[in-house]
């Protein structure tokens, strides 16, 4: 995909599964010792009930997308809104959309929105995009 195919409006759509096995890598390599995030008997005294996925594992299983569809792109700022909590072991679905973009630029907005397996919105992102990272354009 070039930056030409680009276009406002355009959504992917996708699921992502974020299991133990996620936050283990994520513990290793953050060093994050939150026991909201891996101690059931801390979590149970919370209002959360159980230990709940940081939020940062929610956003950038989703904010990678953008490189499938185009590589060499780069976030250049995010803004995040984390409205529910999100648990291990459920099925996310995201929307990402492209809300502007600046071709001449090679500068572009997304919006992200993730949703659990019932339908709560539990992340609203808004992506600015740097497309110019990759030096030759695909014909």
């Known amino acids: 995909m070039n930056l030409n195919d680009i276009k406002v409006g355009t959504k992917i759509n996708f699921e992502k599964y974020i299991s133990s096995e996620d936050l283990k890598l994520y513990k290793l390599l953050t060093n994050d010792q939150n026991p909201i995030h891996y101690d059931e008997i801390f979590a149970k005294k919370t209002i959360f009930k159980r230990p709940i996925v940081p939020g940062l594992i929610t956003i950038s299983s989703f904010v990678s997308i953008l490189a499938k569809f185009y590589p060499g ?14 648990y291990l072991d459920e099925k996310l679905k ?3 959309e492209i809300i502007s973009i ?18 709560v919105v539990v992340l609203d992102a808004k992506l600015d995009c740097f497309f110019g990272a990759k030096i030759n354009e695909d014909p």
Request: aromatic share 2%; glycine share 8%.
């Open 73 to 86: 792109a780069v976030n250049t700022k995010i803004e995040i809104l984390f409205n529910a909590p999100v």
């Open 94 to 96: 995201g929307v990402v």
């Open 102 to 119: 600046t071709p001449l630029k090679k500068k572009g907005t997304l919006k992200i929105e993730i949703s659990n397996s019932n339908g």
